[in-house]
């Protein structure tokens, strides 16, 4: 019973490069959702997809970020241009369905911007 | 507003000792509460969740209180473990028109000490 995988674990990349983030859900779960973490805060909410939509995309910066999860594949968070402040833990989690449902959490993908 | 770059509050206990971790949170609109444990370098792992029609949960060594007149969360750890030093973090489930977005807490970092 696989959990939520994310990959890279650790991406490196320079200023103004691009980063791609993958997520597969658990297996059976239809609604993915992308968090962002700073060193000793909480997660911060950026988006909420599912299978080729997005259905909450608020918490996403509108210039640079953008985010997708096609009928075939994994979700991928898209960072265009990076720059330092990009540096974060980026988290993946998924549900069954919407609501009142926990949602589990891949291990994240740790960013660095040189 | 929201906390940037604060240290998180700590508690350090003795093995084998009860641990009681609280939180507050905002919404008194949200109906959904999660509690998540998070080791370094991991994604958060669910460990108890509870609805706004109850006051009380309990599983396996844990109790979730929620008081919704003060907007109080609490953790209880029954015989703290070693292994259960980490941090944790309580979330929120805000109802909104899309719906499923969760909103953590800063955390507590829970030291076990042999």
């Known amino acids: 019973n696989a959990g939520v995988m994310q990959n890279p674990r650790h991406l490196v990349r320079r200023r103004g490069q691009e980063a791609r983030l993958r997520c597969s859900p658990m297996?059976?779960?239809?609604?993915v959702y992308w968090y962002r973490q700073l060193p000793e805060e909480g997660l911060k909410f950026m988006v909420y997809l599912q299978k080729e939509n997005i259905i909450d995309e608020s918490g996403m910066p509108k210039e640079r970020f953008s985010a997708e999860f096609p009928k075939e594949g994994p979700s991928i968070l898209r960072i265009q241009q990076v720059v330092r402040g990009d540096s974060a833990a980026y988290f993946c989690a998924s549900s069954r369905t919407a609501g009142n449902q926990p949602q589990h959490f891949g291990d994240g993908t740790r960013l660095s911007i040189l | 507003g929201e906390s940037v770059g604060l240290h998180l509050p700590t508690l350090s206990v003795q093995e084998g000792d009860n641990s009681i971790i609280n939180c507050a949170y905002s919404n008194s609109a949200s109906d959904y509460f999660i509690w998540y444990k998070q080791e370094s370098g991991k994604g958060p792992q669910f460990i108890i969740d509870i609805r706004s029609n109850m006051d009380k949960r309990q599983g396996q060594r844990v109790t979730v209180l929620l008081n919704k007149t003060v907007k109080h969360l609490s953790l209880q750890i029954a015989a703290t473990q070693p292994g259960d030093s980490a941090v944790y973090f309580c979330?929120?489930?805000?109802?909104?028109?899309?719906?499923?977005?969760?909103?953590f807490g800063e955390g507590t970092q829970l030291t076990v000490n042999p």
């Open positions: 297996k059976g779960h239809s609604h």
């Open positions: 979330a929120e489930m805000r109802i909104e028109t899309s719906g499923s977005r969760l909103t």
